[in-house]
């Protein structure tokens, strides 16, 4: 693979399993330094850093709980501060809560828009601050935040439409300044959260036109060029990777 981030300083958000972790581990391959933060699974963060690093990149993993008021924007300046400034933000940790109106309790949305929309605000905002010329952040949502297949995901979607109109208003902030902010929104991705072999998924995939789950490495070879030199012109964008879902 090139080494189109060379030189780069990346934080992934979320990037101990699923879609975060393979974010991070493609853009160590392509020479970015990263840092990838974890909730509770530690392990799984460490064993993401140890095989970076075995291919030759460079890693590290810090526990940054997005529950926490503060800890996203934490995150950020302690990520520049070890590896001299911030080029790029993934911001890709959340959380689904799936549950009937009538059984979604208080602190059930507090959960979701916490870690979804409130800590994607704490830890961008911080991120434009450092970022200087060439800055690229990216935002994972998902397509959930503009067509419902399920019952029970109202909240969960409506915390990913917020994101998203956090990516298009802020372009608008940080285009001046020349830093570039999208979403890319994934449809149904096969990871050990959402497994391709449930019943769901079986009438799931019966809805994608090209009749499958995503994989992770697609979406995150989308993040890789959002964030490398050749999407430079891009910004503001919501970038759909679900085979065809919501077409």
């Known amino acids: 693979m090139t080494?189109?981030?060379?030189g780069k300083s990346a934080l992934v958000t979320g990037g101990s399993r699923g879609i975060g972790a393979v974010i991070a581990k493609r853009l160590a391959a392509q020479g970015a330094e990263v840092t990838l933060t974890y909730g509770a699974s530690r392990g799984a963060a460490e064993s993401v850093v140890s095989e970076i690093t075995q291919l030759g990149g460079k890693a590290r993993a810090i526990a940054a709980d997005a529950r926490v008021k503060g800890a996203s924007a934490a995150a950020v300046t302690d990520t520049a501060a070890h590896q001299g400034g911030l080029d790029i933000l993934v911001s890709n940790a959340g959380i689904n809560i799936s549950k009937p109106i009538d059984q979604f309790y208080d602190e059930d949305f507090d959960a979701v828009f916490g870690v979804n929309v409130r800590a994607s605000f704490e830890i961008i905002r911080e991120a434009a601050s450092l970022m200087g010329e060439g800055g690229?952040?990216?935002a994972v949502t998902a397509t959930i935040a503009n067509s419902m297949f399920a019952p029970g995901l109202a909240v969960y979607g409506a915390s990913k439409a917020a994101v998203n109109a956090f990516v298009q208003g802020?372009?608008?902030d940080l285009g001046p300044r020349g830093i570039t902010i999208?979403?890319?929104?994934?449809g149904p991705v096969d990871t050990d959260m959402n497994?391709?072999?449930?019943d769901l998924a079986e009438w799931l995939k019966g809805q994608v036109p090209l009749g499958r789950y995503g994989k992770a490495e697609e979406v995150a070879a989308l993040v890789s060029f959002l964030v490398g030199p050749?999407?430079?012109?891009i910004t503001g964008a919501r970038m759909i990777v679900d085979g065809g879902l919501t077409a």
């Open 182 to 186: 999208n979403a890319v929104v994934p």
């Open 230 to 233: 050749e999407a430079s012109y």
């Open 195 to 198: 497994p391709d072999q449930t």
């Open 3 to 6: 080494k189109t981030l060379a």
């Open 136 to 138: 690229r952040i990216v």
């Open 170 to 172: 802020w372009s608008r």
